[in-house]
């Protein structure tokens, strides 16, 4: 069955840096586009960045655009997510997410989720 796990996450100051990696299986990595997404207390689910099937596309949300760097390795079966400049209001549940056909920022075009993992960035 489809497996979507991230690690990576963790506490860290504002300004340091984190690599988040979600790693798939259970089904052809490399057909299917990718997206990360986070949710922080209290508040709706949202789009982080997202990649097509290659990586030669990739689009991100404008409050991470310059900081964060969405990457993927087919051969390895994972998506990574190096996060930089951290701030306080990333503090967040991160989540890996795949659809089929091009990247979006949309929620409901994603069809399996991973479990999630806690960044909590502290000023």
């Known amino acids: 069955q489809v497996q979507l796990v991230e690690s990576g996450g963790g506490l860290v100051q504002a300004g340091d840096s984190l690599r988040l990696s979600c790693a798939a299986s259970g089904f052809t990595f490399g057909a299917y586009s990718m997206g990360w997404f986070r949710q922080a207390p209290g508040k709706e689910r949202e789009f982080v960045a997202a990649?097509?099937?290659?990586?030669?596309?990739?689009y991100y949300a404008d409050s991470v655009k310059g900081r964060f760097t969405l990457s993927r390795d087919n051969a390895k079966n994972t998506l990574y997510l190096q996060m930089s400049s951290l701030k306080p209001e990333d503090t967040a549940v991160y989540y890996c997410?795949?659809?089929?056909?091009?990247?979006?920022?949309?929620?409901?075009?994603?069809?399996?989720w991973g479990q999630g993992t806690q960044v909590t960035v502290s000023s």
């Open positions: 997410a795949h659809k089929a056909w091009g990247p979006s920022s949309l929620i409901r075009e994603y069809d399996y």
């Open positions: 990649t097509d099937r290659s990586g030669g596309t990739i």
